[in-house]
């Protein structure tokens, strides 16, 4: 049997530790056949295991902090040379809130960390396809990806400024859908995944009695880190070539929901 990413190259932000979303993706698009990089901010790079993973993946980590255009062109440079060939497809797997990390309230911000959240979660997406349209760097049908949250569109009070980096996250990937549509027919989408256990995801004030809230609200369940790197590997396929500009749920049902019956029955006990 072919493998679905047999022949194709891309790039892979965000893997920390073996919980990390981007991880579980890497570990399934090498099994798909593909060939990447992997990278992370140079402190992750410092902290994490990050290292393990490249050689588990028999590839190059090269550092880049994503909201630093000089970082992000030396990584596609260097990305383009290790692969031989231009990229497939990119995962932007990246989030970070001083504020929520710090518990600050949303009625109380610090802005100069808002701007750090929307930079870090936000923008750095449109800065890595920025670096790689003008470098010219996508190959034609090409898929980028980056992950987002059910809080872009609902409100969950303790996921702070984060909401606003992921609505702005979804926006980007539509207006940056069109543009690389229209000029290589590169692909641009988020996908909107679970509560996942993961550093990022844990940090988040509540996260466990909210995890076991919304597991119990989708009928599927909560979709994990694996099933999520399914999914990747299916929308950097060719089997997903006119899928553009979307923000996609992966979550077991959870967004369609109303009520539970299994919630409810929860509090009558
Ligand atoms: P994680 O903590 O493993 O990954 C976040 C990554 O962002 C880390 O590898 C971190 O080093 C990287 N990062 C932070 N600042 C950076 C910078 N300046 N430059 C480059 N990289 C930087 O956590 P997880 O959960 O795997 O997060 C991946 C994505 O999934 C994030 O966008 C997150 O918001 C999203 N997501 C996570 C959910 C969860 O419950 N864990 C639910 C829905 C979406």
Redesign the pocket.
């Known amino acids: 049997m072919t493998k679905p990413l047999e022949g194709k190259n891309g790039i892979i932000?965000?893997?920390?530790?073996d919980?990390?979303?981007?991880w579980r993706v890497a570990l399934k698009a090498k099994e798909a056949g593909a060939k990447f990089t992997l990278t992370?901010?140079p402190v992750?790079l410092r902290m994490?295991k990050i290292q393990e993973l490249g050689e588990l993946c028999e590839t190059d980590v090269i550092a880049?902090?994503?909201?630093n255009m000089e970082d992000l062109q030396n990584l596609f440079e260097k990305s383009l040379d290790k692969l031989d060939g231009k990229i497939d497809f990119i995962l932007h797997?990246?989030?970070?809130s001083p504020n929520v990390r710090k518990k600050k309230p949303y009625t109380n911000l610090n802005y100069d960390w808002l701007h750090k959240t929307l930079d870090?979660?936000a923008i750095?997406f449109h800065r890595v396809m920025q670096t790689a349209y003008q470098m010219e760097a996508m190959n034609e049908w090409g898929s980028i990806l980056g992950?987002?949250?059910i809080a872009a569109q609902r409100i969950f009070p303790d996921y702070g400024d984060?909401a606003d980096a992921k609505a702005t996250l979804e926006s980007i990937a539509r207006s940056f859908g069109y543009h690389y549509g229209k000029k290589n027919k590169v692909r641009v989408n988020t996908i909107s995944?679970?509560?996942?256990y993961?550093?990022?995801?844990s940090g988040v004030k509540g996260f466990e009695e909210f995890f076991g809230y919304a597991d119990k609200m989708s009928p599927l369940g909560n979709a994990d880190a694996d099933t999520c790197a399914d999914f990747c590997v299916a929308m950097f396929s060719d089997s997903t070539r006119m899928v553009t500009m979307q923000n996609l749920y992966h979550d077991g049902g959870f967004s369609s929901m109303g009520m539970s019956p299994a919630l409810l029955m929860n509090q009558e006990e």
Do not use: E, H, R, V
Not at 64 to 67: E, M, Q
Not at 93 to 96: A, C, E, F, H, L
């Open positions: 932000f965000g893997a920390l530790d919980k990390s979303i981007a992370n901010a992750a994490g880049a902090d994503a909201t797997s990246i989030g970070m870090i979660s750095s992950l987002s949250y984060m995944q679970s509560p996942t993961t550093t990022a995801g």
